[in-house]
């Protein structure tokens, strides 16, 4: 339940891996943060973080959540709702990007990105907001990208699953208005994690920490749709507009 400041005191990461939601993690429990659940595929991947965020004060576990299996999202989300009370927060976390050429020429693996991002997104985001809704109050954060924003050639099948989550999430956010909870898209650039890890950086290349600078910003702000780092609405929504023909060779650059 949030605090008379309003600050989230509980939250949900689906994905509890990621390195971007877990910097945002920390900057809600140096705040009033005081219950925290990482729904992970395996629970001894996330020790090293409970066991970080144990030693900080925080009520800290793990639930078993793997995106590829929609049929036990609302028990996923039912599970995490008994273990902390109201959720403050859901954070859509999850998500691959993996060699484009590979992903390219592989349709059963670029299936199962566009399952793991965007379906997956589908039905933890809709289970996340029936218990909202019922609660009344929390935010889910859907983390999207801004690749999302304009597809390449290049990474077709990752920026079309983003698309896809991001369009969804915008949506989900107009059904919930009323209700008392929200969903708000942030849409990162490109970030130094496991997730790009040999990658070379795209322009405005960032890490997780300013990212989470970014987000809590935009949260305090009310915004809807955080970009991050800021830099990337005017980039993205100019090259949103460029013609194909222009799209096509400043993307292969
Ligand atoms: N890094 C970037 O440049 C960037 C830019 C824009 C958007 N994003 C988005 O930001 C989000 C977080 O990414 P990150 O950069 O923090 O990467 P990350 O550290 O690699 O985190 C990705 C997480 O997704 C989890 N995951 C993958 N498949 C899953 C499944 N089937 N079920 C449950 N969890 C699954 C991974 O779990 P395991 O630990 O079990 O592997 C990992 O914890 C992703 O949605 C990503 O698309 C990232």
């Not at 989230?8 to 925290?36: M, T």
């Not at 349709?107 to 809704?133: I, Y």
């Not at 989900?172 to 969903?183: E, M, S, V």
């Amino acid at each position: 339940m949030r605090d008379a400041l309003g600050s989230v005191q509980s939250v949900l990461v689906l994905g509890g891996n990621s390195e971007i939601a877990l910097a945002i993690v920390d900057r809600l429990v140096a705040s009033r943060c005081k219950k925290v659940v990482l729904g992970v595929r395996s629970p001894a991947s996330a020790t090293t973080t409970l066991n970080r965020l144990r030693s900080a004060g925080v009520d800290a576990d793990t639930i078993d959540f793997d995106a590829l299996d929609p049929a036990s999202h609302t028990k996923v989300i039912d599970a995490a709702a008994e273990r902390m009370g109201d959720i403050d927060m859901v954070i859509l976390a999850f998500g691959i990007l993996d060699g484009h050429a590979e992903i390219d020429t592989d349709p059963v693996f670029a299936a199962r990105v566009v399952q793991t991002n965007f379906g997956g997104a589908v039905s933890a985001g809709l289970a996340s907001a029936v218990q909202l809704r019922k609660q009344g109050h929390g935010t889910i954060l859907s983390i999207t990208s801004v690749a999302g924003v304009r597809s390449r050639a290049e990474n077709m099948i990752y920026a079309s699953s983003k698309a896809g989550m991001d369009s969804f999430s915008q949506a989900l956010g107009d059904a919930l208005i009323g209700t008392g909870a929200r969903c708000v898209v942030v849409r990162p650039g490109f970030v130094h994690t496991h997730m790009t890890e040999g990658m070379k950086p795209a322009p405005f290349a960032t890490t997780p920490d300013k990212i989470a600078d970014t987000v809590i910003n935009g949260l305090q702000k009310n915004k809807e749709i955080i970009w991050a780092p800021s830099i990337m609405m005017p980039m993205f929504l100019t090259l949103r507009h460029l013609p194909r023909f222009l799209w096509r060779r400043v993307s292969a650059t």
